[in-house]
């Protein structure tokens, strides 16, 4: 079903030069804010105190940052976790005090302000274990790169392959850029909204190779631009639809998910708008690139040599 109809093909290959320069300015930016600010690491990296108090009414978050800001403790998270009246308070690790140390501080201060506090469970994360969360964070990023490179190979062609993790890694550096940019706390839930925008990305690259793969088999005296651009022409309404319907959702955790979820809608957020852009604007002006021709996905038919009669 489309709800949107377009009549003429979308000329999208003709803005590729523009769209590359584009591509290759934020790229660049994001690469250099990366380099240079670096991520703000959250508590599950760096290391740190995880406390998780109950309030026998609904918790002012405000009041309790407070309290922490009178203690001289900056960089710390502050959220809801499960219902209004749970908190749960991550601290980043002190090289003066030891997390014990620093978890009783902060629990005396709290039960200053509110005698009602209950203290639910303390945790203690320490550096090597954020170190291991990192490393394999990244491993976590590197195969399912791989993998996709793999997938998209097989399926169509390694230029598909090619320019569909080009695309997919683009988006990511832009999130990471974004991130560092802002100085934004970049934690476990940051790195599975990365992880799944790569798996989102890819799903829209495969759909409009699928029609590139199609057009060569029926527009078979079209150019390459027009092959493409009527497979993108042809997408948009799914494309309309499916990231439209998606985003409201996510704007919804967004707007009303609470801190917990509020990097993580970001990071959705971010990275389903570039990564429509990327399908479209980057992925294909890539194949062109590396010049995709029809022979790269279907075979040349072979004339039938009449024989000579004798």
Do not use: C
Not at 15 to 31: C, Q, R
Not at 117 to 139: D, H, S, T, Y
Not at 225 to 236: E, G, L, P
């Amino acid at each position: 079903m489309e709800f949107f109809r377009f009549e003429r093909d979308i000329p999208f290959m003709s803005w590729g030069k523009y769209t590359t320069i584009i591509s290759v300015i934020t790229f660049v930016l994001a690469i250099f804010f990366l380099s240079t600010r670096g991520l703000n690491l959250g508590v599950d990296f760096t290391g740190g105190t995880v406390l998780e108090v109950s309030y026998s009414q609904p918790a002012d978050l405000s009041a309790i940052r407070s309290v922490l800001t009178t203690l001289e403790i900056t960089d710390v998270s502050v959220q809801n976790f499960g219902s209004s009246r749970d908190v749960l308070i991550r601290l980043p690790a002190k090289h003066e005090l030891s997390s014990a140390k620093l978890s009783e501080f902060v629990i005396d201060a709290l039960k200053e302000a509110d005698h009602t506090i209950e203290i639910r469970r303390i945790e203690f994360v320490g550096p090597q274990v954020g170190k291991e969360l990192l490393e394999n964070g990244a491993l976590a990023l590197l195969f399912v790169s791989l993998g996709i490179v793999a997938y998209l190979a097989v399926r169509f062609e390694w230029k598909f392959g090619v320019a569909g993790i080009l695309a997919n890694f683009h988006d990511v550096i832009i999130i990471l850029g974004f991130f560092a940019f802002f100085q934004w706390e970049f934690s476990l839930t940051v790195l599975a909204a990365v992880l799944a925008i790569l798996g989102y990305s890819v799903n829209e690259s495969v759909v409009i190779f699928d029609r590139i793969r199609e057009n060569f088999r029926k527009l078979r005296k079209a150019p390459v631009t027009q092959v493409i651009d009527n497979a993108i022409t042809r997408t948009m309404s799914r494309t309309i639809i499916t990231h439209g319907s998606t985003q409201m959702v996510v704007i919804a955790m967004l707007l009303f998910g609470g801190e917990a979820l509020y990097y993580f809608a970001l990071a959705l957020t971010i990275g389903i708008l570039f990564g429509i852009y990327s399908s479209t604007l980057v992925a294909s002006p890539i194949l062109m690139l590396l010049g995709v021709k029809r022979e790269d996905l279907v075979k040349p038919e072979k004339k039938q040599q009449e024989e000579a009669l004798p």
